[in-house]
Every structure is written in C-alpha cells, then in structure tokens.
C-alpha cells in the first residue's frame, strides 16, 4: 500500500541555519505530494505541492523537488526563523483515491534564537 | 482563507462514557470531510470519509459501530466515539474538501485531543 516516510523529529536549530526535512514514499500509480504545516494551536495548513516528477513546490522560503528515481520530496529552506518552529507532514494522494492523503508521522521543529 | 473548526479541541471523558465531536466548514460548503486519529510518534491515520447526506465509507480496521460519524449538512460533520475506553484517547482531526473543488484544495481542522479516562 501506499506510505510515506519522514525523518523523526524534533529537528532543533539556530535562527537562519539551513532545513532539510527527509521524506520518501512508496505509491502505486503517480501521486502528488504535499508538505502541511501544523502551528501550534492550528490546523494543518497546506505548505506547498507537486504533482507531478521534476516539479518544485515552493512557498514562504521553502522548497521541496519531486523526485521519482529516488522517490523523495525532500523539503528544504535556506534560512529558518523562529515562526518556523511547527510541526511537518509530508503526505502522498494518488489520483482516483477518493481525495484521500497519506502522511507521514510529522516533524516537529523548534528554531532557536 | 478558508476555515474548519472543530469542537472541542480537548475533552475529558470517563470509560464507558460517549463523546461528540465536531468539524465546521466556516465559510464554505463541503461535500466530502476525512476524520484523521493520530497516536503519538504515529503518522495521520484516515479513518472515515463522510458525504453529506450518506453514509460514511470506513477504512479497514475502523469498527463503524464504535465510531459513528454523521454528516448530515454541507457545513458540519460529527464523530461519536461511543463507549470510550483509554485505547480510543488519540488526536482526531478533520478535514473538508470544498464542494467544486479538485481533490488538492483540502482544508483541515485544529484537531481535537481526547482523553479517556
């Protein structure tokens, strides 16, 4: 079936040290990827999204690139602040699956001054 | 933005006891809504999909009867945990997918903690 894997938190770093989030998935077909957020007391909030290999899903400094060889959607930003500081999900949904996600078990996140 | 919320973000409920909760699309009509339970260190488990004005599909392993779930209009969706027991404290979270929209524009709730004690 299909899964999603991320690194296990907590991730704790300096203000504008750079982020990188591990995550790999298992699909069958072709899926979209997706990063959510989770601030504290918030929903998850949609971060960024590809959909499709090689596309680049960017948005509020972060990044994260499909890659279907390596079947990653690693997510990344060059300089964190301390608003960073949430929770991370990396989720799979394959088209035809009813609009159903997948995630991963969430990276939490803490950026120091 | 679009906006769910869900009532009560935490709730206390002793063994044996049923709890009620909810997931409000505010300011958009939802046609379909997910309801989510999170163990810690664990990832996002769906557990139902609900239709307004159906019943609710379960995924596999999820006992129907224990987790009753009722959308009954565009804007509100209820799951009832019945007869609690500490196994069912968890995070439940819902998420709504806007009537007309593709399958990427998913808006989800805080989340709701449930102890069982």
């Known amino acids: 079936g299909d899964s999603v894997t991320q690194m296990e938190g907590p991730v704790t770093l300096s203000e504008e040290a750079f982020l990188t989030i591990n995550c790999t998935y298992t699909?069958?077909?072709?899926?979209?990827l997706f990063w959510y957020v989770q601030y504290p007391g918030e929903g998850l909030q949609l971060l960024l999204k590809?959909?499709?290999?090689?596309d680049k899903g960017s948005n509020k400094g972060f990044e994260a690139t499909y890659r279907k060889e390596t079947t990653s959607f690693h997510l990344e930003k060059g300089s964190v602040q301390v608003s960073d500081s949430a929770v991370y999900f990396c989720?799979?949904?394959?088209?035809?699956?009813?609009?159903?996600?997948?995630f991963g078990t969430g990276t939490q996140l803490k950026v120091e001054l | 933005g679009a906006v769910v919320s869900q009532h009560p973000s935490r709730v206390i409920c002793k063994s044996g006891t049923s709890v009620k909760i909810e997931c409000r699309s505010l300011d958009f009509q939802a046609t379909t809504m997910f309801w989510y339970r999170q163990f810690p260190k664990q990832s996002l488990m769906l557990m139902a999909t609900?239709?307004?004005?159906?019943?609710?599909?379960?995924e596999q392993g999820v006992e129907k009867d224990k987790f009753l779930i009722n959308h009954a209009s565009l804007t509100l969706s209820t799951l009832t945990v019945t007869s609690a027991h500490p196994e069912d404290s968890s995070f439940y979270i819902c998420?709504?997918?806007?009537?007309?929209?593709?399958?990427?524009?998913?808006?989800f709730g805080e989340g709701s903690w449930l102890t069982v004690v």
């Open positions: 699909a069958t077909g072709y899926p979209s």
């Open positions: 989720a799979l949904g394959v088209a035809g699956g009813g609009n159903k996600l997948t």
């Open positions: 998420s709504a997918l806007p009537r007309g929209s593709s399958g990427n524009t998913i808006y």
């Open positions: 609900s239709n307004e004005g159906s019943k609710a599909t379960y």
């Open positions: 590809a959909t499709k290999a090689d």
